[in-house]
């Protein structure tokens, strides 16, 4: 097996363990020679990230926080990120994106970290975005609108940030506070780019239908897409089945509208003030959360602030509308949680750590988390048989504990 490498000096070796018990030492391609088991099968735990070798880089799914200006957006990210990001009380002081790298909260790390005498964890992550308030008519461009739409086109999820608090002392672009007439400025914004954004496509393609055998069937499917947008649906609830022509379907995929893209809204409250009734997926006191992010879960508890922030809360919430789920490798090397899209199976997962590791599978010891926990090790879980040896068709689950074996 072939590990991709960089800035390699000759001698830089990497240890990995074979399934006859023997410890090999494997010399990077840019070195002359490769030392090989003759059972030929690579166990892999966990590796560490050693300078020498480059992992698989994952593609980092991103959430980006959108909202009218003075929502909360900008204090939500300083939360998240604790990167210094302007918030003073004033419309557009985010001009550009900022994006911070947040690691998703999980309890099991630590866990699998102390039963396996890990000398270090890691944690998946999320990217989050703090994009600059829209305003009523920014797909005309109004508010500096056709940037901040264009930074939004990059982002996975949409995080609706919108304000419920009443304080006479935080402006609000729109002079009052109706957190329901927020959201509807802000998707209504989303679906007029996505509707000026569909015309030019559609006359565009009718220009070269000549040369394109499927511009009759993406011209209709574009008039689908307008007419669920034209009655203020999103692009999303325009379903492809299985009688569209692939290649249309794929295309179809690769438009990336605003409005395909999925939604979680979020209202921005003030726990002891009042507050706008709004129906929301959560509700989050970004001010206080802010105030209290340095305490310590028995701090929290001794002040009746609840032990588990609502900022962990949010970026469960997050990875979850991804459809996104992690699973675990551990050993005295690290701990580890890798990212996966629901749905994977075990070839797709292993390839999240190398590419090399889907073309080469050969199969996958996977335990599950609180079955590795009742037993306490790995060699303690095979004994009593809660370990299962599992081929190309397993489709991982949230919370698998895995060895993954690769052909040499």
Known sequence: MWLICHNIPLLALLAVSFTKGDSVLYKPPLAKGVLRSSGGILVLRTFDNHKHIQLNQNYMFSVGLVGLPNAGKSTLFNLLTKRSVPAENFPFTTIDPHDGIVEVPDERIGVLSKLTSSKKEVYATIEFRDIAGLIKNAHKGEGLGNAFLGHIQEVDLILLVVRSFKNDDIIHVENRVNPQEDEEILMLELTLADEKRLESTIIRIQKEA??????????????????????????????????WDKEVIEWRKGLNLLTDKPVLKLANINFEGENVPYESDFELDILSEYEFAEMTPAERIELGIPEQTGIDKMIRAAFKKLNLSTYL?????????????????????AGKIHSDFEKKFI???VVAYNDFVANGSWKAAFEK?????????????????????IGG
Do not use: Q
Request: proline share 4%; net charge negative; with cysteine.
């Open 210 to 243: 000549k040369k394109d055998p499927h511009a009759e069937a993406k011209i209709e499917v574009l008039e689908h897409i307008m007419t669920k947008l034209s009655n203020l649906e999103p692009a999303r609830n325009f379903e492809m089945d299985t009688t």
């Open 329 to 349: 490798t551990c050993g005295e090397m690290e701990t580890r949680a890798w990212t996966f899209t629901n749905g994977m199976k075990a070839p797709e997962c």
């Open 363 to 365: 199969k996958a010891e």
């Open 385 to 405: 048989g809660a370990v299962k040896t599992l081929g190309k068709d397993y489709v991982m689950l949230d919370g698998d504990v895995v060895e993954f074996k």
